[in-house]
């Protein structure tokens, strides 16, 4: 009875863990989506035909701005991974305090299955109602 109690909470359990896991993979693909998009531009930068017209002050301050955003962006998803981490912990903290009334109750259910079957001796071991002669029911 333990058992099954267990299983339904780990199903039900299952769905938010699936539910981080769908959000770190997605947040995995967007982060290398985007370092990708900034390796072609400052390859294309770097190796196009535009690199002799830039100025190399523009080029320095092309430079500065792809960095910030780089560092904007890090910072981002710094932030995201942090509040995942913390999404995480929440889920974990729920859990083992699931575990703990799933534990107490399962205890609970022991003692009263035991009084119960002490109850039901009992009343087997009793003798039958004695009916006083010329009384009928």
Known sequence: MVDAS?????QQQDPAAAGFRR???IFAVA???ILIGIGYVLLQRGLG????????SAAATAREQVSNEL???T???QATQ??????????QDQLLAQKAETKKLS???ATVTEKLDALQQSVGNAPPPVVPPGKSR
């Open 23 to 25: 959000q770190l993979s």
């Open 75 to 77: 910072k981002g998803l």
């Open 6 to 10: 267990f299983s339904r909470l780990r």
């Open 71 to 73: 560092l904007e962006t």
């Open 107 to 109: 205890e609970q259910i």
């Open 82 to 91: 942090q509040q995942a981490v913390d999404q995480l912990q929440v889920v």
């Open 49 to 56: 035909g535009n690199s002799a017209a830039v100025v190399p």
């Open 31 to 33: 982060l290398a989506v």
